[in-house]
């Protein structure tokens, strides 16, 4: 079946670096990724929606500039979260739509912790 | 705006026991609704899912109701395992975007 893959699954940064996280669907094009943002004991937060060939797409209160999102090709998007702080610490995760219907798959996640 | 919310965990149950998630929302409109499941160390993963009323998602066991009167897809399995320990989630989609909304997720723990 249709698997999304998110690379690293763990990542350990320095405070004030930056660290990339990509997604790739394996086998089929994904026009729209999504990313969401999930804290400990807590639900998966939308950051924002990944279109590709075009500008990100971010929810109410995500800054843009702080967590680049590109989509330059229909398998592959990346954030980048930048001037990385110890509050970025969190587990990352992405989906990928398949085609133009409501079939949502997930990838298996980026723990990202910053020091 | 739309939301969802879940019974909080953890849910603890004994082998073979009946379980029993409540899931509850707010939409406008007629949103489709899903139950995905977190695995420890792995991401989400569809369980069930309902796009209308009275519509009853089902998959290993577990299955849910799209209530449109309680505005509810309570998840249900009758007899638990050890290996249903995750965390599960609800969720919603309120328009052909692909974007859901989560509820907290309720931790189950299932003991042999």
């Known amino acids: 079946g249709a698997v999304v893959s998110q690379h690293p699954s763990w990542v350990i940064c320095k405070s004030g670096t930056s660290v990339k996280i990509e997604c790739r669907s394996l086998?089929?094009?994904?026009?729209?990724m999504f990313w969401y943002r999930q804290f400990p004991k807590q639900s998966l937060m939308l950051m924002a929606t990944?279109?590709?060939?075009?500008?990100?797409?971010?929810e109410q209160g995500v800054e843009k500039d702080k967590f680049l999102i590109n989509h330059a090709s229909l398998t592959l998007s990346t954030l980048t979260v930048t001037s990385a702080h110890p509050e970025d610490s969190s587990f990352y995760i992405c989906?990928?739509?398949?085609?133009?219907?409501?079939?949502?798959?997930f990838g298996e996640g980026s723990w990202l912790t910053v020091v | 705006g739309d939301s969802v919310t879940q019974m909080e965990g953890p849910v603890t149950l004994s082998e073979e026991a009946f379980l029993t998630i409540n899931c509850t929302y707010t939409?406008?409109?007629?949103?489709?609704l899903f139950w995905y499941v977190q695995y420890p160390g792995e991401g989400l993963q569809l369980l069930l899912k309902?796009?209308?009323?009275?519509d009853k998602g089902s998959n290993k066991g577990f299955e849910a109701t799209y209530r449109k009167e309680t505005t509810s897809f309570h998840l249900e399995k009758g007899s638990v395992q050890v290996s249903d320990s995750a965390v599960y989630f609800c969720a919603l989609s309120a328009s052909n975007t692909g974007k859901l909304i989560f509820g907290q997720g309720t931790t189950l723990q299932v003991k042999p």
């Open positions: 989906s990928a739509r398949q085609g133009g219907g409501n079939t949502i798959y």
């Open positions: 939409a406008t409109g007629y949103p489709s």
């Open positions: 990944s279109n590709e060939g075009s500008k990100a797409t971010y």
């Open positions: 086998d089929f094009q994904a026009t729209t």
């Open positions: 309902a796009t209308k009323a009275d």
